[in-house]
């Protein structure tokens, strides 16, 4: 009988000791969730955001720039006319929008190199979406960071201009190479 009763209560304490290491798990796994959540929750400041992407290539021809559901959102004018009717004090002529956009490699060149520097100057940002229409065709790409830092293997927002690690691991080897730049296109972006 004391034999059984041993067996028994022996039971029970290992099962209560699994329950109750399943619990920390839980809770520990709990956290780790409401900590991820909260990264996800912050969000871009838009006057700061606005103020970088003043700078952007092709900034010139940007129609408008917006922070929508923590996503940056740049369009650019439709063609020449519609910049010059929007803009008709613009000093820039038609032959310094081709420049900027002359081919469907400079276009596609600005869409993944300026997508993927937003998301590396602002680590708060969820994703980053550009259309650029040009000569007949819309450019557009639509960049979500999990997604994309998924794709490079590793953290795009660890990148830094001061240490050379956005130009070693980023800009010169994808960016700056037209083969890499096309399959990081061909991937997020779409030409219509």
């Not at 994808?174 to 990081?184: C, L």
Request: hydrophobic share 35%; glycine share 6%.
């Amino acid at each position: 009988m004391k034999k059984a009763f041993k067996l028994i209560f022996g039971g029970i304490a290992a099962l209560v000791l699994l329950v109750i290491v399943l619990l920390v798990v839980d809770i520990s796994n709990d956290d780790k969730e409401t900590a991820r959540e909260d990264t996800n929750e912050q969000t871009t400041d838009e006057e700061s955001f606005k103020t970088y992407a003043e700078n952007i290539t092709g900034r010139s021809f940007v129609k408008d720039v917006s922070l929508v559901d923590n996503h940056s959102v740049i369009t650019f004018y439709g063609d020449f006319d519609e910049f010059k009717a929007a803009k008709p004090d613009s000093n820039l002529t038609e032959e310094d929008y081709k420049g900027y956009f002359e081919t469907g490699d400079a276009v596609k060149k600005i869409l993944v190199i300026e997508n993927v520097r937003l998301l590396r100057q602002f680590p708060t940002l969820n994703g980053a979406k550009m259309t650029l229409p040009y000569d007949g065709n819309t450019y557009s790409i639509e960049l979500n960071r999990e997604t994309v830092n998924e794709y490079l293997g590793f953290n795009v927002e660890d990148l830094k201009t001061e240490d050379d690690s956005w130009n070693e691991k980023f800009l010169d080897p994808i960016g700056y190479d037209e083969e890499k730049r096309n399959n990081f296109f061909n991937e997020f972006g779409d030409v219509e």
